[in-house]
């Protein structure tokens, strides 16, 4: 609904969303995606499995997940506003720089580049997001010794080639080590925030090699 304006502010019309939301809640039901085609006997039984529970408790389902993963980033951002007003210590760039982390979660048209299963681990880095920023106004040092944990690895996703200049191949094993470095991400700032598998300093150093060793060995 229009109602939800606030919720969508930033990220799309209201139109856009809608599109998008539809798109993915049918793509995600019956898992075709462009380029993606099932085989007839998997679309025929999901077809049936539709039939069982029905299309639109189905597509409710989905779409309560998404408005929960709307509400979250809402919630994030109106509490960066108001430390920004009110702590000393979050000035107007430390703000910025947290409002860009969520931006970088939920940028436009985020539903189309992303399956249900992301949809959880958003709503845990949001929520991670929130707890970092509430410590950091109790303890500004402490945190800045985290991010200098935590600097490397970013370095790192900052100087992947992007875009043309790399392949399926290679773009899925760079996003695999994105996805590490935020579950690393929680751990540091959020240990509370349950990570999606086990991560370390080790295990992100042996998928850094991979992921040179893959960019080394494709054109």
Known sequence: ???????????GTHEDLNRQLLDFIMGEIFQVWPGVIPGKQEFQEKVQ??????????????RRQVVELLRERCSVLDFIREAEKKER????KVAEKFRNQVAGFLSPGFLESITIQDLDNLSRYLKALKIRLKRKIQDPLKDKAKEERLTPYLERLSSCPAGDQ???EQRQIIEDYRRMVEEYKLSVFAPEVKTEFPVSEKRLERKWREVISCIKRLP
């Open 49 to 62: 499995q539709v039939r069982e529970y029905g299309l639109y408790a189905m597509g409710q389902d989905i």
């Open 166 to 168: 790399i392949d399926h």
């Open 1 to 11: 609904p229009r109602a939800y304006w606030a919720l969508y502010q930033g990220i």
């Open 89 to 92: 210590s979050i000035d107007g």
